[in-house]
């Protein structure tokens, strides 16, 4: 609860629910703001209509698309750190003035029964709800059984039980939309590379060209990975096969669909379609609803379309939790879009990981726990009681951030970046003890005892970096990152990982940045590191849910390391990350 009248975090023009929900720390000063300014140019003032107003606000800012006002008090109170006591509205009587009332008149809030949305988001949802379903009653393709029976025997010769994923190959070839999906190690890459050289020989034979293929991913990190990945699964394919796509690049999904000031459109639309045959998207998981509605205006009507990702992920950081909707809406359609691979090839040797993600997949507590506490050096429960133990945790970070160090000395871009892919420090918030910041100084005082040096302003030597806004003109886009090197001369730059290679680049030039020697579960999504280090927050956090630990143990490659409690542990499979959203339901019954 706010009580100082002088505090930033309150809105002043605010009276009546407004302001008491304001106080409780439910609704931000912008909600509120939101809410009046949307209030004057409407002609409403009713209390109960603008708090519904400021809480459609408040849903879309984490993460929600939508309000249900039937359940708003239980769900409110669920995203809470600490319980409050407030006046809601009675629900009946609460639905029925949002109704009435000049929001909804006109189209500011859209009303369905009882739940809210602001304007842009219901026509979004109903979009990429349309957008999908148009698809997918296109006509299917003809197919040579025979023919697809001898491609699917030579791409997937060999050992191994591809059974899922012939299966999921067969399906996108029999159709123009397919949604991949499945957990780390389950081959969706190797999926992916062999869809695209049947796929390929497929479109050869029926238009004597080869197809144009987009590769695209939400961040240049994910992009760089699905690139290497296809390639990789190339090598191992038939001289024609590999001809077909060994060469093929990745991008962002931004740079694909064409950047424009607009933060909301593309230069690619309706009206100006990709000209793509195929169209893979990896880390889907990670499309706001926005992003989707934007790539399905954008790719032709006749084009391949491949969405493929985990929906046991966390969702976008902006509204909608597209992939997992996408999943649970088309499950049962007759069109079969959905292939899920559950098959785990990948940990061989580090088993406790695959142990782990497979817990928290079932939601099964007592099973992670486990995982966490056996004698698998792969996965490791550290107790953040223990100093001795927390201490060589640190110790070793720093260690790691030392040759990170040695290499940006040596300007030797490619071992600073390699070092960085070495280890990953993930938290769940930005701030306080548990938190980005406090992690980042932990490990430059660290940093500077080990080398002898102190550190003076934001820019030093072996500095890693993420990048936070997106330059069209540079080609640098929030999400990037990098590690800060000495040059011959003295001066530092930035070596960028990038599709290509490293990309050097001034830092004066940069856009915003921020230190990444801890980060973000969120802003690590798309990513993966050698080893992995998870801060659980507090038990009572909200941030504390089953996908957020999902998503930051399933970036680790080679070791899991989680500092926390049993009981945090259990609190974290225990809670569920749920936005709000109507695009499942749409689909399962046609709009």
């Not at 302001?19 to 409407?42: I, M, P, Q, S, Y």
């Not at 109170?77 to 407030?86: F, G, R």
């Not at 006509?139 to 699917?152: C, E, H, I, Q, T």
């Not at 945790?393 to 070092?419: K, N, P, S, W």
Request: with cysteine; glycine share 8%.
């Amino acid at each position: 609860m706010i009580d100082d009248l002088h505090d930033r975090r309150l809105a002043r023009s605010a009276t009546g629910l407004l302001a008491e929900f304001n106080r409780a720390e439910v609704l931000t000063a912008a909600d509120v703001h939101v809410a009046l300014r949307t209030g004057v140019l409407t002609g409403v003032t009713d209390d109960h209509v603008l708090l519904a107003a400021a809480l459609t606000v408040r849903a879309v800012r984490l993460g929600a698309v939508c309000l249900d006002l039937a359940t708003a008090a239980g769900t409110v109170l669920e995203s809470l750190d600490e319980p409050v006591e407030l006046p809601w509205p009675e629900v009946g009587a609460w639905v029925a003035a949002v109704a009435n009332s000049g929001l909804v008149e006109q189209e500011v809030l859209r009303l369905e029964g009882t739940v809210a949305y602001l304007d842009r988001y219901w026509r979004e949802e109903r979009q990429v709800c349309a957008d999908l379903l148009a698809r997918l009653d296109r006509p299917r393709p003809d197919v040579d059984d025979a023919w697809l029976a001898a491609a699917l025997d030579r791409v997937f010769a060999g050992a191994g039980d591809f059974t899922e994923q012939r299966a999921a190959v067969e399906s996108a070839v029999r159709g123009t939309t397919t949604v991949l999906t499945g957990g780390p190690g389950t081959g969706k890459t190797t999926t992916v590379a062999r869809l695209l050289a049947v796929v390929a020989e497929q479109h050869e034979t029926s238009t004597g060209r080869p197809p144009r293929i987009a590769m695209a991913a939400p961040t240049a990190k994910a992009a760089a990975r699905l690139q290497e990945s296809v390639g990789r699964e190339a090598a191992t394919l038939g001289a024609a096969d590999q001809a077909r796509i060994a060469s093929l690049e990745a991008s962002t999904l931004h740079r694909l669909l064409g950047w424009t000031p607009n933060p909301t459109r593309f230069r690619h639309d309706r009206g100006n379609r990709l000209p793509h045959d195929v169209v893979v998207v990896d880390e889907t998981s990670m499309v706001s609803l926005t992003q989707m509605a934007r790539l399905l205006e954008a790719v032709r009507p006749d084009a391949r379309l491949v969405l493929v990702g985990d929906p046991d992920q966390l969702a976008s950081i902006e509204a909608g939790a597209v992939l997992a909707d996408v999943v649970e809406g088309l499950r049962d359609h007759p069109a079969h879009p959905v292939a899920v691979l559950t098959t785990v090839h990948r940990f061989a040797d580090v088993g406790g990981i695959a142990r782990l993600a497979q817990a928290l997949r079932r939601g099964d507590a007592d099973a992670v726990v486990d995982a966490l506490t056996t004698d698998d050096d792969s996965v490791r429960l550290v107790d953040p009681t223990d100093e001795a133990e927390v201490d060589a945790v640190v110790d070793d970070v720093v260690g790691r951030a030392a040759a990170m160090h040695e290499a940006a000395m040596a300007g030797d871009a490619v071992a600073a970046l390699d070092a960085l892919d070495g280890h990953r420090l993930l938290c769940a918030h930005r701030e306080g003890r548990f938190g980005v910041r406090g992690w980042n100084l932990r490990v430059e005082r660290g940093l500077a005892d080990a080398l002898g040096t102190s550190h003076h302003g934001d820019w030093y030597v072996g500095r890693p970096v993420l990048v936070t806004a997106n330059n069209q003109t540079l080609e640098v886009w929030n999400g990037d990152v990098g590690v800060t090197l000495r040059r011959p001369d003295g001066r530092l730059e930035v070596a960028l990982a990038s599709v290509g290679g490293p990309r050097r680049m001034a830092t004066t030039r940069l856009p915003d940045t921020e230190t990444m020697h801890a980060t973000t579960v969120h802003k690590a999504q798309g990513s993966q590191a050698r080893v992995v280090t998870v801060v659980m927050p507090p038990d009572e956090s909200a941030l504390l849910t089953r996908e957020l630990f999902y998503t930051a143990v399933t970036r680790a490659e080679t070791q899991v390391r989680v500092l926390g409690t049993p009981a945090s542990v259990r609190a974290a499979v225990e809670r569920r990350a749920v936005r709000a959203s109507g695009l499942a339901d749409r689909l399962r019954t046609g709009g």
